[in-house]
């Protein structure tokens, strides 16, 4: 973090922290270091670094990561939240014993992260004003963000704190009801007016749908909105599976900013009403082999209102026969189809997706069968349909992703979907694909 407000040091007041001297804070994670790189008159920077310990991560108590090599690290997300919380208490509510005006003064500010996961950066921090700049690191989600903004640097500290895991997407310890005070502490004065509260509260709660519809309720009241008008579906004590499954595609769909999306083997429409529901969504294509199943996605679509109908078309065609018809689309879904397809057809497919179509982001999502044994009713070594011919490993679907990347001039992430068992991973695992020169 740098400021250009003169005398540049007084930041070293603001922050609790002598500008002079480096010091080390112990943290559940591992170590946090603060020191400054410069400290002149004219500017003043300060510096936070966090050296995670991988193994004392991993078995930390309550982690939900299973292999020391892994992201986190090296990404900005809950462990630098946490090191923030530790290192800037004082400094986040605001107090200075000693200059308590300039506490109070917006005052320019330069905040760098360099490994930050980016999609909603811009749409997240632009609302409380700050200019976004990012660099984005090749074949990956991650980027180098700047902000920018007169702001106080409590508010800063604030938005820091919680946006950090918003946009990374999730938390390395598992997340009880105490998160929420917590939220709603760092949020005070803000996220209430937030125009993506909704999203913000979703994601710094992982979709913990009693814990969300706590913090809205609560949100709602500071805003002055009747808790009867917020999401019904956030009022759902439990959520299925099929509905979690709908809501990350849906989310990726607006983190990518799509506008025009295929639904590839669309069935009888199970996420046609969710796409419908999202005005983002200027047009919809649903396509499906079957006559039948157009049919009853047809029917479907009569309890909708005519603008959400008029924006959805059904389509009969293959996925594994090329048809230009479906180029030039921002995105494509195929949500719980790839297993239904005979593995000799998956190259099919892939050509006739990836390469034919080729929209700038791909989500397929599909069972993992490590998690089958976990389900009390599906008898050991059935799969979950009558239908399945396969269904792949998390290492296994891995593999195949890579695979098409590679092939087709992709980039792809993989994001676990449903309870996440420490062992066998989650019910559902997606991959998200985004061509090479999307940033």
């Known amino acids: 973090m740098t400021t250009t407000h003169q005398p540049a040091t007084d930041l070293g007041h603001l922050l609790h922290k002598h500008p002079g001297r480096a010091q080390s804070f112990t943290t559940s994670s591992g170590v946090a270091h603060v020191f400054y790189p410069k400290a ?7 510096a936070l670094l966090l050296e995670v310990d991988p193994i004392a991560l991993v078995r930390g108590p309550g982690s939900t990561l299973t292999q020391y090599v892994n992201d986190r690290p090296y990404a900005a997300g809950s462990l630098l939240t946490v090191a923030l919380g530790t290192v800037f208490r004082t400094a986040m509510s605001g107090r200075s014993d000693s200059f308590p005006e300039l506490a109070k003064t917006p005052i320019p500010l330069v905040v760098r992260i360099p490994a930050l996961p980016h999609g909603l950066a811009e749409r997240l921090f632009t609302p409380l004003g700050w200019t976004v700049e990012t660099t984005a690191h090749p074949d990956s989600r991650y980027g180098d963000v700047t902000l920018s903004g007169t702001l106080r640097v409590s508010d800063a500290l604030k938005h820091l704190y919680v946006l950090l895991p918003v946009l990374d997407g999730g ?6 009801a105490d998160e929420v005070d917590k939220l709603l502490k760092a949020g005070d004065g803000w996220l209430a007016a937030h125009p993506d509260k909704e999203l913000i509260t979703t994601r710094y709660l992982v979709r913990r749908r009693p814990l969300v519809t706590s913090a809205l309720e609560r949100l709602a009241e500071v805003d002055g909105v009747e808790p009867e008008e917020l999401d019904n579906a956030l009022a759902e004590p439990k959520i299925s599976l099929a509905a979690q499954r709908k809501d990350a595609v849906i989310e990726e769909l607006l983190l990518a900013r799509a506008k025009r999306v295929l639904d590839l083997g669309c069935g009888s429409g199970a996420l046609l009403r969710a796409l419908a529901a999202e005005p983002q969504f200027t047009e919809i294509q649903a396509v499906d082999v079957s006559a039948k199943a157009l049919q009853e996605a047809g029917r479907g679509l009569d309890r909708l209102g005519e603008r959400q109908r008029d924006r959805i078309t059904l389509r009969q065609s293959a996925l594994t026969y090329a048809d230009p018809a479906l180029a030039g689309y921002d995105a494509a879904v195929l949500l719980e189809v790839v297993e239904h397809v005979d593995p000799s057809r998956l190259p099919a497919l892939e050509h006739s997706v990836f390469v034919v179509a080729r929209p700038r982001t791909v989500l397929v999502t599909t069972p993992n069968v490590e998690y089958n044994a976990l389900f009390e009713t599906l008898p050991a070594g059935r ?44 019910p559902t695992q997606m991959a998200v694909f985004s061509t090479k020169d999307v940033k």
């Open 40 to 46: 002149t008159h004219d500017e003043c920077t300060v």
């Open 171 to 176: 938390k390395h310890y598992w997340v009880s």
């Open 383 to 426: 799969m979950r349909h009558s239908d399945h011919r396969f269904e792949w490993t998390r290492a296994e679907f891995a593999q195949w992703a890579a695979g098409v990347a590679e092939r087709c001039g992709y980039t792809v992430r993989h994001v676990p979907i449903g309870p996440e068992d420490p062992e066998r991973g989650a």
